[in-house]
Structure formats: structure tokens, C-alpha cells
């Protein structure tokens, strides 16, 4: 039951993510540092291109979860801040490759690094980070480390290239799309946990169950990201609200609609996702058509399950200050507006 | 001296890639094999897209290095096969994303794939490529050998971007077109080789020399591929003539053109590479002036020096059919007219 997990919190209060980031602070402002140092390169396009993104802030879920999982595994060395950090760029080459294959205008609120640098630069300081990563994980020196994250790198391209082969398909199905989430969102914040309970040393089985709290959390995430970009209680996300819309992305809120709608609502869906309807009003009738069929609400509850999965899955570590952070945080990705 | 190491090559004979393509035959089919059977993924685009280049030939000449290097060391096992895979899909990664950067048309003499498949995917298959490298090279299990392809890998990704930088600049100087190379080509050259070391369990003072034979045949390679670009003698290199001056790239050719060139030719080059000048006129008003101040046959004096750096380099190897076909390939590399 997730009310044991979760037990330090008081019942009816919003859940946040303030006790994972007091948990992760000083870690966080040791792998911040790795971040800062190893972006910099002779080449000023490099840190120029890389800060605009990096410094303009963005959760860092990704390396929070491996200083977290080294928390909950009680590891006490230093070795996961260099790996945390690789976690970060391999994100960071994702998040610039994607704005440039989605032509994106804004990003973390400001505009998008493609915008800026333009599409040639920001594709191959993209890159950079990525080799800059593995340079990090073979500085650490351990296989099954480099093991877990270049094949979770692997599978976030192949999400990503099967995400731009759904896009624009109305056809695309609840499963089809959970798997292009596994793949290019969930795969990362799996490898991200699971990597603390290598370094920490901890048994296969911790391993998994780490890996189990990371990807389910990671599903969570997404689909909460997309029911967001539809949602108009939501605050800015950051990015341009109704890119998926405008862009055709076969995410859940739309896939619920579609199935849930009307011949003529199908038809507007239709129409929407192969780009025919993108302008405000064809996106606002789409937020309506949302809400009609309550969307929003089903991907979130969809979205609560993956979080309950990931709470259950770490139920086994003994209750501390790491346990209670971590559920509190999967609650978090679950409730929040942005 | 370079007429000992080259000695079983009758003298006044044109140098040929023969003598290293026989090496090499029977390893590259096994390298092939791992090329095609791990390009391969559920996600359709992605053997598709792969496919397009990789089956459009090349001359694989980066993984036939690691073959031949692996000959040079008498190495009898096969652990190089996988890794000289790695060396060639992390140039394939590097190519597409070149082609994306560049806006090409042609590559290889057929459409480029970000022509046939857009952008999008070409980003995202690239980095597939990329990752699966890194696969490759993690089920080997060297840390040796992750830690010089990583690094490889980083330093092309800066070379890249750098060159981006030099775009466009006309003050570009000899110097740092050399460093540019030296990053974007040579690097690679230079780990592929060497690794073949590494796997070989040889000395670091041989690691080093294949090192050294990789890195200043990268550098003359280079050198004769950009005066290609403007040889009216060249045969089609498969990609577009004139690409480089159309793109601004700062190449040697027009770098010696320009420093010979008198003031009213300078004002030329100075309007062509910003990109005032891009009709086939200008372009063959460029090679007239390259030709006028012999700079195609200077480009190619100094892929020589290069060329006999890296015969040099092997020179302490004992005479065998490997080190003579490595040499005749280094005399290639400069004779070559496509």
C-alpha cells in the first residue's frame, strides 16, 4: 500500500517535490559543479550553445533520481556525481536534437537553443555532449554502469525515431504510444536509478527494484508532460502551448479523444493530426473536445498508477528519509501543473 | 626512408588500394556482418535509413584500418571485427549528421538521406548509430579501448562544431584548417588504428605509432578530399562539386588561393566565401584561380608530407605484407583522384 510509503507526509496535503530536493541538495551541488566544468570545451560555441540550455534551468530529474537511489542504497561515496552528470548530458543531447527534429521555438521558457544557435550548431554540440557523457561513465571505469546507460541511450533513439514515425498517424494506439514512452523517456529514468544501486553495490534485486521505481516513474512523468500541454488549468510548461497539437503528436489525451469522440469529432481529429487544423481556434476546440471526454483526467489517472507501481516497487528498502522522498516525488509528478 | 618500407611495390607503378583491400578481405566480411546484423532494430526507419548509406558503399576506410592494424600486430583473434563495426558506425553517425549540418544533396553518388528521409530522422538515426557504437564497444569490455573511441568521438564532435565556427571566415588560417582536420578526420583515423594495438595486447610505443600512421593518414585524406573539391582533373567524388565552396568552407585550397592571390582576387574570395558568390560561374572562376596559383597540386604537397609521416611511423614495425600494403595505402591517399 503506497499510505505506508508515503506515511511522513500529512494526508491532504498537496504533495511536492521540497523533501527529494532537500534529500539530493548536497549531492546535486556536487554533480552541478561536474556539469558546469565538463561542458566547457576550447571550442566558445560549446559552452556558449550548452549554457543557454543547461543554465536555464530544468528539474534535473534524471541525475536527482541517481543521487537519490545512492541515498536510499546508503552508498557514501563520490562516484555517482560524474555519473549523474552523464545522465544529465545524455538528456541534454536529447532535449537540443529534439527541438531541432520538432523545430522548436521555445524551451525551459526561453527560446529554443535551434533559435538562437540555429538548427547546424545546436545538432552537434548536441553530439558533443553525448561523447562527453561516455567520457564520463569510462572515467568511472565500470562496464555494468556503461552497460546500463549505452543501451538505455540506444533505446531513447529508437523511441525517438519510432515517435516521428507515429507522429501525424491517428491511427497510433494506447500500447504503441506507452511503448514510444517507455523507450524515450522512461528508459533514461530507469538506467538513472538503477545505476545508484550499482555503484552503491547492492544485489540484483535491489537493482531491479530501483530500475522498476525509475521507469514507472519516468511513464508517470510523460504522460502527465503530455496531459499538460492540454490542460488549461496548467501553468506555462515552458515550452509553446499545443506544440504536440500543432506538431501531430499521437500522445494520450488526443488517442483518448479520438477513441472516446464522435464521427465528426474523428473527423476534426483526423484532420488536426495530419496538419490540416493548426491554427488557435482548431487547438482551442481541441482542448475543448479534451475536457469533454475528460482526457486530462484519465491521463492523469493512467499516469497514477505508473507512480503507484514505482512507489510499491521500492517498498522492500527499509523506511527512511530516501524511501519517503522518492514516493513523495512519483505523488509530485503525478499532481503537478507544470 | 619511404622507398624501403615501400619496397614491394615495383617503382614508376601508380600506388593502389589492391595491396590493403587483399589484407583486409577476409576480416571486413566478418566486419560487415556485424555492421548489418547490429544496424538492425524493430523500428523500420532505422535499417532503412541506415541502410541507405551503409549500402551505398563508402570505402570503409576506418574500419579496414583497424584490420589491417590488428594484421600489422599479428593479432589471431576476431575481438576486432565488433570494435572496427563501432569505428565505422560512429563515422556513418557522423556523416548523416554532416549531411543535416551541410544541407546536402548528394552523398556517396546518390541522394543524401536527409534528402530521401528529411531531417528529423537523419538526426535521429545518426545518434541511433551513435549509441549502438558505444554498445558495440561495451561488449567487448576494454576500458582501453572505450576510453580512446570516446575520446575520439568528443574531440570529432568539437571539430565539427569548430569548423561550423571557421564557416563563413576568410581569415581562416593554414593552422587552424590543420586543427579542424586533425579533430573532424584524423582523430578517428588515428583510434581506429590504434585499437587494433590494444586488442593485440602490443606495446604502448606500438599503440602510439599506429596512432601516429592513423592520425597523418587522416590528415593527408583530408587534404586530398578538400582539393578534390576543386581538382578540374578529379573524377565525381560522389558528392557535389563545388559543395565546399558554396558552403564557405574554409579548405586549404582556397586558404593558399587567397594568400597568393593579388588584391582584386582576394576581394573575390572574401565575397565568395561569405556567400555572395555561389552561381557556377563564380565557382569556376574559383577553380581558375586555385589553378592559377597551383594551389590543388600545394593541397596535395602537403598530403604527401603527411603521407610519408604516417609510413614513417610503421617504419620500426618488421617488413611484412601488412606494413607494405598500410604504406602503399598512405601513397594512395595522395595519388588518389576520387
Redesign the interface.
Known amino acids: 500500500m503506497s499510505a505506508e510509503v508515503v506515511s511522513l507526509r500529512p494526508r491532504g496535503s498537496q504533495p511536492s517535490l521540497a523533501p527529494i530536493l532537500a534529500l539530493t541538495a548536497a549531492g546535486m551541488n556536487s554533480v552541478n559543479a561536474v556539469i558546469l566544468e565538463r561542458m566547457q570545451?576550447?571550442?566558445?560555441?560549446?559552452p556558449a550553445l550548452a549554457g543557454h540550455l543547461i543554465s536555464g534551468g530544468g528539474k534535473r530529474m534524471r541525475p536527482m533520481l541517481t543521487v537519490a537511489g545512492a541515498e536510499l542504497c546508503g552508498y557514501q561515496g563520490t562516484r555517482h556525481h560524474k555519473l549523474a552528470a552523464a545522465v544529465e548530458f545524455i538528456h541534454t543531447?536529447?532535449l537540443l536534437?529534439d527541438d531541432?527534429?520538432?523545430g522548436s521555438d521555445l524551451r525551459r521558457g526561453k527560446a529554443a537553443a535551434n533559435i538562437v544557435f540555429g538548427?547546424?550548431?545546436t545538432?552537434?554540440?548536441g553530439?558533443?555532449l553525448?561523447?562527453?557523457s561516455?567520457?564520463l561513465?569510462?572515467e568511472d571505469?565500470s562496464?555494468r554502469v556503461?552497460?546500463i546507460l549505452?543501451?538505455a541511450?540506444?533505446v531513447?533513439?529508437?523511441g525517438?525515431?519510432?515517435q516521428?514515425?507515429a507522429q501525424r498517424h491517428i491511427e497510433t494506439s494506447e500500447e504503441r504510444y506507452l511503448s514510444i514512452i517507455g523507450s524515450k523517456t522512461a528508459a533514461l529514468f530507469a538506467a538513472a536509478t538503477r545505476i545508484a544501486a550499482v555503484v552503491a553495490e547492492r544485489s540484483e534485486a535491489e537493482e531491479r527494484a530501483l530500475d522498476a521505481y525509475g521507469r514507472n516513474l519516468g511513464i508517470a512523468f510523460q504522460l502527465v508532460d503530455d496531459a499538460i500541454d492540454y490542460d488549461s488549468e496548467s501553468q506555462e510548461s515552458g515550452k509553446d502551448k499545443g506544440d504536440d497539437f500543432r506538431e501531430g503528436k499521437m500522445t494520450l489525451p488526443v488517442i483518448l479523444a479520438y477513441a472516446r469522440g464522435t464521427a465528426e469529432e474523428r473527423k476534426f481529429w483526423e484532420e488536426a493530426i495530419a496538419g490540416f487544423r493548426t491554427e488557435d481556434e482548431d487547438l482551442a476546440h481541441a482542448v475543448e473536445l479534451i475536457n469533454r471526454h475528460d482526457c486530462v483526467a484519465a491521463t492523469r489517472e493512467r499516469a497514477r498508477h505508473y507512480a503507484q507501481r514505482a512507489i510499491d516497487a521500492i517498498a522492500g528498502f527499509p523506511a527512511c528519509e530516501a524511501r519517503s522522498a522518492m514516493a513523495e516525488a512519483a505523488e509530485f509528478a503525478v499532481a503537478r501543473r507544470y
Chains 1, 2 share one sequence.
Open positions: 570545451s576550447e571550442i566558445p560555441l560549446i543531447a536529447t536534437h531541432v527534429v520538432d538548427n547546424p550548431a545538432v552537434l554540440v553530439d558533443f553525448f561523447t562527453r561516455f567520457e561513465m569510462v571505469g562496464l556503461l552497460k549505452s543501451n541511450a540506444s531513447i533513439a529508437e525517438e525515431v519510432d516521428l514515425t
